[in-house]
């Protein structure tokens, strides 16, 4: 069963785009990949990175960090990327400990269509989805994108990459704030 993309919303977007698409400015990127998770289809895997970014304007100095989640493009599937700004990793991760839950509790019951999700601010969207005995993790980076359907036990392993990340980047960002 495919996952039809949901309606878009032009007014929102990705602050990481807004964040490269900003002219006269020094943009910086450091990515650490810590998972490659493959999907149920023919299709490249779901790559889980911490990434900074460093916006330097005259002599401002802007540096966020958080996790990105992409899949590359392929002869079945178009580019799609999406960042979580660290702030929003903990209220993440509780929503996925909650979804494992759920999903380990209707794991083997026979049920119509019933699915499970949580979305972010810039519209990434993680969950899982019922139907009849199965069971699949999707993942939609962007509005508008096709679901990545992952098998049953992602969850768990997206759940772990996004810890990694985050530690990473909180390790990491301390190399690139602005020096007194």
């Known amino acids: 069963m495919e996952i039809p993309p949901p309606s878009s919303s032009p007014e929102k977007g990705s602050q ?9 400015v020094i943009v910086m990127k450091e990515s650490h990949v810590v998972a490659r998770i493959p999907t149920e289809s023919l299709g490249p895997p779901l790559e889980i990175a911490g990434q900074i970014l460093v916006r330097v304007r ?4 802007n540096v966020t960090v958080g996790v990105r989640f992409e899949q590359s493009e392929s002869s079945h599937n178009i580019a799609a990327v999406a960042f979580v700004d660290v702030d ?45 005995a199965k069971q699949r993790t999707f993942a939609r980076l962007d509005t508008g994108k096709r ?8 969850l768990g392993e997206i759940q772990n990459a996004i810890d990694q990340a985050q530690t990473y980047v909180s390790e990491r960002r301390k190399a690139w704030e602005p020096r007194s």
């Open 58 to 61: 005259n002599s401002q100095r």
């Open 147 to 154: 679901a990545i359907i992952l098998s049953a036990n992602a």
């Open 16 to 24: 990481l785009r807004q964040a490269l698409a900003e002219r006269g």
């Open 88 to 132: 929003e990793v903990p209220e993440l991760l509780e929503a996925l400990v909650f979804i494992n839950k759920a999903a380990a509790e209707m794991a083997g019951q026979q049920r119509d269509y019933t699915e499970v999700s949580y979305s972010t601010r810039d519209d990434m969207t993680l969950g899982f989805y019922h139907d009849a």
